[in-house]
Protein backbone atom coordinates (compact mmCIF):
# COMPACT_ATOMS: atom_id res chain seq x y z
CA UNK A 1 0.00 0.00 0.00
CA UNK A 2 1.44 3.17 -1.18
CA UNK A 3 0.37 6.76 0.14
CA UNK A 4 1.17 9.65 -1.99
CA UNK A 5 -0.59 13.26 -1.96
CA UNK A 6 -3.50 11.97 0.44
CA UNK A 7 -3.96 8.93 -2.15
CA UNK A 8 -4.36 5.93 -0.57
CA UNK A 9 -3.43 3.27 -3.20
CA UNK A 10 -4.29 -0.22 -2.10
CA UNK A 11 -3.76 -4.19 -3.32
CA UNK A 12 -6.04 -6.05 -1.11
CA UNK A 13 -7.44 -4.96 2.44
CA UNK A 14 -7.51 -7.88 4.15
CA UNK A 15 -6.45 -6.78 7.57
CA UNK A 16 -5.99 -3.54 9.69
CA UNK A 17 -2.36 -4.82 10.68
CA UNK A 18 -1.33 -4.30 6.96
CA UNK A 19 -2.38 -0.27 7.02
CA UNK A 20 0.06 2.41 7.90
CA UNK A 21 -1.28 5.11 10.09
CA UNK A 22 -1.01 7.73 6.84
CA UNK A 23 -3.44 5.00 5.26
CA UNK A 24 -5.89 4.89 7.77
CA UNK A 25 -6.09 8.66 7.99
CA UNK A 26 -6.03 8.97 4.31
CA UNK A 27 -9.29 6.85 4.05
CA UNK A 28 -10.90 8.15 6.99
CA UNK A 29 -10.26 11.91 5.53
CA UNK A 30 -11.43 10.54 1.89
CA UNK A 31 -14.26 8.90 3.67
CA UNK A 32 -15.77 12.26 5.26
CA UNK A 33 -14.89 14.23 1.40
CA UNK A 34 -17.26 11.88 0.53
CA UNK A 35 -19.85 12.21 2.61
CA UNK A 36 -19.73 15.42 2.44
CA UNK A 37 -20.18 15.70 -1.32
CA UNK A 38 -16.77 17.26 -1.40
CA UNK A 39 -14.92 14.08 -3.19
CA UNK A 40 -14.08 14.32 -7.04
CA UNK A 41 -14.41 10.20 -8.52
CA UNK A 42 -14.25 9.34 -12.02
CA UNK A 43 -14.00 5.51 -13.23
CA UNK A 44 -10.89 5.12 -15.93
CA UNK A 45 -12.86 2.67 -17.68
CA UNK A 46 -15.44 -0.63 -16.51
CA UNK A 47 -14.87 -2.40 -13.43
CA UNK A 48 -17.03 -5.15 -11.88
CA UNK A 49 -17.55 -5.78 -8.19
CA UNK A 50 -18.46 -9.26 -6.32
CA UNK A 51 -19.90 -9.11 -2.92
CA UNK A 52 -19.56 -12.89 -1.54
CA UNK A 53 -21.26 -13.32 2.11
CA UNK A 54 -20.98 -16.93 3.42
CA UNK A 55 -22.65 -15.63 6.85
CA UNK A 56 -25.58 -13.42 7.46
CA UNK A 57 -24.86 -9.82 6.95
CA UNK A 58 -26.92 -6.65 6.40
CA UNK A 59 -25.11 -3.22 7.03
CA UNK A 60 -21.57 -5.07 5.71
CA UNK A 61 -23.28 -6.63 2.67
CA UNK A 62 -25.71 -3.44 1.64
CA UNK A 63 -23.47 -0.57 2.35
CA UNK A 64 -20.21 -2.46 0.06
CA UNK A 65 -23.47 -2.35 -2.48
CA UNK A 66 -24.47 0.98 -2.45
CA UNK A 67 -20.83 2.08 -2.12
CA UNK A 68 -20.00 0.26 -5.09
CA UNK A 69 -23.13 1.40 -6.94
CA UNK A 70 -22.47 5.31 -5.79
CA UNK A 71 -19.18 4.83 -7.34
CA UNK A 72 -20.23 3.10 -10.52
CA UNK A 73 -18.97 -0.04 -10.23
CA UNK A 74 -21.03 -2.62 -12.12
CA UNK A 75 -22.39 -4.91 -9.34
CA UNK A 76 -22.21 -8.78 -10.12
CA UNK A 77 -24.75 -10.65 -8.06
CA UNK A 78 -23.62 -13.77 -5.76
CA UNK A 79 -25.37 -15.83 -3.84
CA UNK A 80 -23.70 -18.66 -1.95
CA UNK A 81 -26.79 -20.90 -2.02
CA UNK A 82 -27.30 -21.28 -5.35
CA UNK A 83 -23.74 -21.08 -6.06
CA UNK A 84 -21.60 -23.84 -6.87
CA UNK A 85 -20.55 -23.78 -3.61
CA UNK A 86 -23.04 -26.22 -2.92
CA UNK A 87 -21.28 -28.85 -6.00
CA UNK A 88 -18.60 -28.88 -3.10
CA UNK A 89 -16.89 -26.18 -4.83
CA UNK A 90 -13.92 -24.67 -2.26
CA UNK A 91 -13.71 -20.65 -1.99
CA UNK A 92 -10.74 -20.50 -4.03
CA UNK A 93 -12.10 -22.40 -7.24
CA UNK A 94 -14.83 -19.43 -6.77
CA UNK A 95 -12.39 -16.70 -6.33
CA UNK A 96 -10.30 -18.32 -9.23
CA UNK A 97 -13.88 -18.18 -11.82
CA UNK A 98 -14.75 -14.63 -10.61
CA UNK A 99 -11.15 -13.57 -11.93
CA UNK A 100 -11.30 -15.17 -14.71
CA UNK A 101 -14.51 -13.84 -15.49
CA UNK A 102 -12.79 -10.06 -14.87
CA UNK A 103 -14.31 -9.25 -11.39
CA UNK A 104 -11.80 -6.63 -10.29
CA UNK A 105 -12.91 -6.67 -6.42
CA UNK A 106 -14.21 -9.44 -4.26
CA UNK A 107 -15.83 -8.28 -1.07
CA UNK A 108 -15.85 -11.49 1.05
CA UNK A 109 -17.21 -12.57 4.54
CA UNK A 110 -16.37 -16.30 5.42
CA UNK A 111 -16.81 -18.39 8.41
CA UNK A 112 -13.25 -19.37 8.39
CA UNK A 113 -10.08 -17.39 10.09
CA UNK A 114 -7.59 -16.10 7.29
CA UNK A 115 -9.58 -17.30 4.76
CA UNK A 116 -7.97 -14.78 2.21
CA UNK A 117 -4.70 -15.89 2.89
CA UNK A 118 -4.79 -18.74 0.09
CA UNK A 119 -6.13 -15.77 -2.13
CA UNK A 120 -3.82 -13.14 -1.93
CA UNK A 121 -1.00 -15.00 -2.31
CA UNK A 122 -1.96 -16.97 -5.39
CA UNK A 123 -0.13 -15.90 -8.57
CA UNK A 124 -2.87 -16.66 -10.90
CA UNK A 125 -6.46 -15.22 -9.19
CA UNK A 126 -5.92 -10.90 -10.16
CA UNK A 127 -8.97 -9.86 -8.52
CA UNK A 128 -8.67 -7.89 -5.56
CA UNK A 129 -9.69 -9.45 -2.29
CA UNK A 130 -11.33 -6.48 0.46
CA UNK A 131 -12.47 -8.40 3.88
CA UNK A 132 -15.99 -8.42 4.80
CA UNK A 133 -15.27 -10.03 8.36
CA UNK A 134 -13.48 -13.17 8.79
CA UNK A 135 -14.72 -15.53 11.53
CA UNK A 136 -12.79 -14.33 14.79
CA UNK A 137 -10.44 -12.84 13.18
CA UNK A 138 -10.69 -9.09 11.86
CA UNK A 139 -13.31 -6.94 10.46
CA UNK A 140 -11.07 -4.30 8.65
CA UNK A 141 -14.26 -2.29 7.27
CA UNK A 142 -15.78 -1.83 10.37
CA UNK A 143 -12.79 -0.91 11.88
CA UNK A 144 -11.85 2.01 9.43
CA UNK A 145 -15.93 3.22 10.05
CA UNK A 146 -15.62 3.30 13.59
CA UNK A 147 -12.55 4.95 12.96
CA UNK A 148 -14.09 7.64 11.00
CA UNK A 149 -17.00 8.31 13.52
CA UNK A 150 -14.45 8.98 16.32
CA UNK A 151 -12.29 11.32 14.06
CA UNK A 152 -15.28 13.37 13.16
CA UNK A 153 -16.11 13.66 16.34
CA UNK A 154 -12.93 14.29 18.34
CA UNK A 155 -10.86 14.91 15.14
CA UNK A 156 -8.08 12.99 16.97
CA UNK A 157 -7.50 9.77 18.42
CA UNK A 158 -4.28 10.42 20.81
CA UNK A 159 -5.47 10.14 24.14
CA UNK A 160 -8.78 9.66 24.10
CA UNK A 161 -9.95 6.66 26.82
CA UNK A 162 -11.75 3.81 24.87
CA UNK A 163 -13.29 1.03 26.08
CA UNK A 164 -14.12 -1.97 24.16
CA UNK A 165 -17.16 -4.04 26.30
CA UNK A 166 -18.22 -7.27 25.71
CA UNK A 167 -17.95 -10.84 23.74
CA UNK A 168 -14.31 -9.53 23.22
CA UNK A 169 -12.85 -12.74 22.23
CA UNK A 170 -14.81 -13.56 19.65
CA UNK A 171 -15.26 -10.20 18.44
CA UNK A 172 -13.39 -9.32 14.77
CA UNK A 173 -14.20 -5.68 14.95
CA UNK A 174 -12.65 -5.77 18.94
CA UNK A 175 -9.28 -7.26 17.52
CA UNK A 176 -9.32 -5.02 14.11
CA UNK A 177 -9.75 -1.74 16.62
CA UNK A 178 -7.71 -2.65 19.54
CA UNK A 179 -4.99 -2.67 17.31
CA UNK A 180 -5.13 0.22 15.26
CA UNK A 181 -6.53 2.30 18.10
CA UNK A 182 -3.79 1.38 20.46
CA UNK A 183 -1.40 2.77 17.51
CA UNK A 184 -3.06 5.70 16.76
CA UNK A 185 -2.18 6.75 20.65
CA UNK A 186 -5.49 6.16 22.50
CA UNK A 187 -5.95 4.75 26.01
CA UNK A 188 -7.73 1.23 25.78
CA UNK A 189 -9.44 -0.80 28.29
CA UNK A 190 -11.69 -3.82 28.25
CA UNK A 191 -15.02 -4.63 29.89
CA UNK A 192 -17.01 -7.86 30.48
CA UNK A 193 -17.14 -11.27 31.20
CA UNK A 194 -13.85 -12.64 31.82
CA UNK A 195 -14.90 -15.74 30.44
CA UNK A 196 -14.90 -13.91 27.30
CA UNK A 197 -11.43 -11.95 27.51
CA UNK A 198 -7.95 -13.36 26.77
CA UNK A 199 -4.64 -12.03 28.44
CA UNK A 200 -3.63 -11.68 25.20
CA UNK A 201 -5.05 -8.45 24.82
CA UNK A 202 -3.31 -7.10 27.96
CA UNK A 203 -0.71 -6.01 25.09
CA UNK A 204 -3.25 -3.24 23.80
CA UNK A 205 -5.24 -2.35 27.63
CA UNK A 206 -6.80 -3.61 30.56
CA UNK A 207 -9.82 -5.75 31.87
CA UNK A 208 -11.96 -3.74 34.04
CA UNK A 209 -15.36 -3.73 35.46
CA UNK A 210 -17.52 -0.95 33.32
CA UNK A 211 -18.68 0.79 36.63
CA UNK A 212 -15.33 1.82 37.38
CA UNK A 213 -13.98 3.12 34.24
CA UNK A 214 -17.97 4.38 32.79
CA UNK A 215 -17.47 7.94 34.06
CA UNK A 216 -14.17 8.25 32.37
CA UNK A 217 -14.19 7.25 29.04
CA UNK A 218 -14.73 9.35 25.57
CA UNK A 219 -15.56 6.58 23.73
CA UNK A 220 -17.70 3.44 25.01
CA UNK A 221 -17.67 0.91 22.42
CA UNK A 222 -20.13 -1.80 22.71
CA UNK A 223 -19.95 -5.55 20.94
CA UNK A 224 -22.62 -7.66 20.03
CA UNK A 225 -23.35 -10.86 22.14
CA UNK A 226 -22.82 -13.37 19.46
CA UNK A 227 -25.66 -16.09 20.83
CA UNK A 228 -24.29 -18.49 17.80
CA UNK A 229 -20.91 -18.61 18.90
CA UNK A 230 -22.43 -19.44 22.66
CA UNK A 231 -24.75 -22.28 21.71
CA UNK A 232 -23.33 -24.12 24.66
CA UNK A 233 -23.40 -21.74 27.11
CA UNK A 234 -27.14 -22.66 28.06
CA UNK A 235 -27.04 -20.70 31.28
CA UNK A 236 -26.34 -17.48 29.53
CA UNK A 237 -29.38 -14.96 30.84
CA UNK A 238 -29.83 -11.65 28.27
CA UNK A 239 -31.04 -9.64 31.91
CA UNK A 240 -27.96 -10.86 34.29
CA UNK A 241 -25.80 -9.76 31.55
CA UNK A 242 -27.41 -6.52 31.02
CA UNK A 243 -27.54 -5.93 34.84
CA UNK A 244 -24.05 -7.06 35.37
CA UNK A 245 -22.43 -5.46 32.03
CA UNK A 246 -25.00 -3.46 29.59
CA UNK A 247 -25.82 0.27 29.52
CA UNK A 248 -28.47 1.15 31.18
CA UNK A 249 -30.16 4.09 32.15
CA UNK A 250 -27.88 4.79 35.27
CA UNK A 251 -24.55 3.66 33.32
CA UNK A 252 -25.61 6.39 30.80
CA UNK A 253 -25.99 9.15 33.13
CA UNK A 254 -22.75 8.45 34.09
CA UNK A 255 -20.98 9.02 30.71
CA UNK A 256 -19.39 12.27 30.09
CA UNK A 257 -21.41 14.83 28.54
CA UNK A 258 -18.73 14.44 25.52
CA UNK A 259 -18.69 10.77 25.52
CA UNK A 260 -20.26 8.69 22.80
CA UNK A 261 -21.46 5.02 22.72
CA UNK A 262 -20.94 3.33 19.43
CA UNK A 263 -22.03 -0.53 18.80
CA UNK A 264 -21.47 -2.39 15.21
CA UNK A 265 -24.55 -3.84 15.50
CA UNK A 266 -26.98 -5.59 14.51
CA UNK A 267 -27.85 -4.75 18.26
CA UNK A 268 -29.32 -7.31 21.21
CA UNK A 269 -31.65 -5.14 22.76
CA UNK A 270 -31.86 -4.89 26.59
CA UNK A 271 -28.57 -6.65 26.40
CA UNK A 272 -25.67 -4.94 24.99
CA UNK A 273 -27.50 -1.86 25.66
CA UNK A 274 -31.18 -0.54 27.07
CA UNK A 275 -33.76 -0.32 24.21
CA UNK A 276 -34.29 3.46 25.04
CA UNK A 277 -30.26 4.12 24.55
CA UNK A 278 -29.79 3.14 21.05
CA UNK A 279 -30.76 6.13 19.43
CA UNK A 280 -29.92 8.37 22.36
CA UNK A 281 -27.92 11.76 22.39
CA UNK A 282 -25.21 10.18 23.30
CA UNK A 283 -25.04 7.44 20.76
CA UNK A 284 -23.61 7.27 17.25
CA UNK A 285 -24.79 3.65 16.35
CA UNK A 286 -27.17 5.29 13.12
CA UNK A 287 -23.79 7.77 12.69
CA UNK A 288 -21.47 4.53 12.12
CA UNK A 289 -24.00 2.53 9.58
CA UNK A 290 -24.44 6.03 7.84
CA UNK A 291 -20.35 6.32 7.45
CA UNK A 292 -20.14 2.74 6.90
CA UNK A 293 -21.14 3.94 3.02
CA UNK A 294 -19.09 6.21 2.66
CA UNK A 295 -15.44 4.80 4.14
CA UNK A 296 -16.16 1.61 2.03
CA UNK A 297 -16.50 4.17 -0.98
CA UNK A 298 -12.85 5.52 0.09
CA UNK A 299 -11.66 1.94 0.73
CA UNK A 300 -13.04 0.85 -2.95
CA UNK A 301 -11.63 3.98 -4.34
CA UNK A 302 -7.96 2.98 -2.90
CA UNK A 303 -8.33 -0.51 -4.51
CA UNK A 304 -8.87 0.93 -7.52
CA UNK A 305 -6.43 3.67 -7.30
CA UNK A 306 -4.01 0.50 -6.86
CA UNK A 307 -5.20 -1.09 -10.06
CA UNK A 308 -4.75 2.38 -12.27
Given amino acids: MTVTDGVVSLKHLVTMETLTNEDVLGIIKRGIAFKNGAADFQLSRQYFAANLFFESSTRTHKSFEVAEKKLGLDVIEFDAKTSSVNKGETLYDTILTMSALGVDICVIRHSEDEYYQELIDSRTIQTSIVNGGDGSGQHPSQSLLDLMTIYQEFGRFDGLKIAISGDITHSRVAKSNMQILKRLGAELYFTGPEEWYDSAFDVYGHHV ?58 VNRDVEIADQLVEAPKSRIVAQMQNGVFVRMAILEAILNGKA
Avoid at 229 to 243: C, G, I, L, P, V
Fill in 209 to 266: AIDDIIDQVDVLMLLRVQHERHHSEKSFSKEAYHEQFGLDQERYNKLKSSAIIMHPAP
